[in-house]
């Protein structure tokens, strides 16, 4: 446990030195760097995306966004604006077991514009106008409900001058280098990731070392099931104005989100909407939103693809094998069969008294993971090995205790709630989806010894599958309880 804290510390210690080390002065403006990159949140008017901009899309509003994400994420925006100007952003986004390290390339171009005299009159001498933004991130959870982040960046502006005497000749060429620092709170810990009720905190101060651009941000959001509601805050640290935005997001069903918010300042009020989509392991979002900045209407379309899955980079720790099950799991292919074992008639003194803890849902709603571990509750009560204790009770008890089922899934956690329950040993796991097929991993958990005893998992294709599937998984639980009779 010592090693684990000061690792968490070091982590955490970095990233305020980066944030320090890299703070240096610098005399060149860089407008664009306050520009949105989420089309995501430019849906919601960016309202509450300092707390609630919850993917890779989210760190230049605030980089401790990325913190509690646990897949491997790529993220391509391209905003057109009704003024004919383009702005394309590109990151990448790499967790591991000790932090999330972020990537980002941003860049602006306008159009050749023609130079126009003090009266307005067109001459025939031209400008156009290129910005460039590189950087990298690194970003680290602290425990369940913490999070940090930082993002070094490297901004080039390039303005380009054509005179019809000299034809062209090089024109402003500044390299600025800014840096982001941000917090974050979120007070449902893992059991966020389940779809229970979180209220969200998050600051950020942005663009560090630059003189007009440097800004903070502060959000408030709530998230709950498909839908997230936020408010933020922006005031320039240069003695802009500070803008207000509010913003909404609820995912009708798991493939169509619908968004909405208002920018909202001394003198205006501007209204954005948006829609996503997701399919697999990807998702399209659009934004239609107005700047009173002068840049005008435009168009935004955002693009994220995820990698891989997993909970262990929710922590900021990667979860260890456990050496007492290693080995033990299996995968039942749809086309293999389990030999059923028939209802047995057992003494009621020799029947093992097991709970089910509400399953861990990853890429799937908290209402489906628990609709399972229903399944699994009345499957292990039919096989007449088991008092199974009901969900009813179980909600009871643990209320009144101030434990929350939801987001239970390490060996510790299952260990406190079956002591909780009085009962000999409980059932923790996950209910998953990925590229269509869906996975069902649980861990059956000897309260008395404090062990993992058994882990099994299985899989179908299809979601009228799922019962079946569940069916197979009770019975291979059955069987190795009755193998390890059988040895003693």
Excluded at 99 to 121: C, E, I, S, W
Excluded at 130 to 139: A, D, E, L, P, Q
Excluded at 208 to 216: F, S
Aim: proline letters at 2%; hydrophobic letters at 40%.
């Amino acid at each position: 446990m010592k090693k684990r804290v000061n690792r968490n510390a070091l982590i955490a210690i970095t990233v305020l030195v980066l944030t320090v080390a890299f703070n240096c002065d610098s005399h060149a403006a860089v407008n664009y760097l306050n520009l949105e990159m989420s089309a995501r949140g430019a849906g919601m008017a960016d309202g509450g995306f300092t707390a609630i901009g919850d993917q890779l899309s989210g760190i230049n509003c605030n980089p401790a966004n990325a913190a509690f994400l646990t897949r491997i994420e790529g993220y391509v925006m391209d905003n057109l604006y009704l003024s004919e100007i383009n702005y394309l952003i590109l990151n990448g986004l790499f967790p591991t077991g000790l932090a999330n390290f972020h990537a980002m390339f941003m860049q602006l171009n306008t159009p050749v514009d023609k130079v126009t005299d003090l009266n307005g009159n067109d001459l025939t001498d031209t400008v156009q106008y290129t910005g460039n933004v590189m950087g990298f991130g690194i970003s680290k959870s602290v425990g369940q409900y913490f999070g940090l982040g930082t993002n070094i960046k490297f901004a080039k502006q390039d303005m380009k001058l054509t005179t019809s005497s000299t034809g062209q000749k090089p024109g402003l060429d500044l390299m600025s280098p800014a840096i982001d620092a941000g917090l974050l709170f979120r007070s449902g810990g893992q059991a966020e990731d389940t779809g229970a009720l979180s209220f969200r905190l998050g600051a950020a101060v942005l663009n560090l070392g630059t003189e007009k651009d440097m800004a903070i941000r502060a959000g408030i959001g709530l998230k709950v099931a498909g839908l997230s509601l936020g408010a933020d805050m922006k005031s320039m640290i240069s003695g802009g104005v500070t803008q207000f935005s509010a913003g909404a997001e609820y995912w009708v069903v798991n493939m169509l989100g619908l968004r909405g918010g208002a920018r909202i300042t001394p003198t205006s009020i501007v209204p954005s909407v948006g829609i996503g989509f997701k399919l697999h392991e990807f998702e399209l979002d659009y934004a239609f939103t107005n700047y009173s900045d002068g840049l005008g209407a435009t168009h935004m379309i955002g693009f994220t693809g995820w990698i891989g899955g997993g909970t262990a980079a929710k922590t900021g720790e990667a979860q260890k094998p456990d050496t007492k099950t290693a080995g033990k799991q299996m995968v039942v292919e749809p086309q293999q069969v389990v030999q059923p074992i028939q209802p047995m008639d057992i003494k009621p003194e020799d029947k093992i008294n097991v709970a089910v803890a509400d399953l861990t849902g990853q890429n799937v709603s908290s209402m489906e993971a628990a609709t399972i571990a229903d399944f699994l509750r009345g499957e292990l009560i039919n096989s007449g090995m088991f008092n199974v204790i009901e969900r009813s009770n179980m909600d009871k008890i643990l209320a009144e205790q101030g434990f929350q089922n939801t987001g239970c899934t390490t060996q510790e956690c299952a260990i406190k709630m079956g002591r909780l329950l009085n009962v000999q040993s409980i059932l923790v796991g996950s209910f998953s989806k990925l590229m269509e097929i869906y996975y069902i991993n649980v861990r059956l958990v000897d309260v008395e010894q404090g062990l993992a005893v058994m882990a099994e998992s299985v899989k179908c294709k299809s979601a009228e599958e799922l019962q079946d599937a569940v069916a197979q998984l009770s019975q291979k639980i059955m069987q190795r309880i009755i193998q390890n009779r059988k040895k003693q």
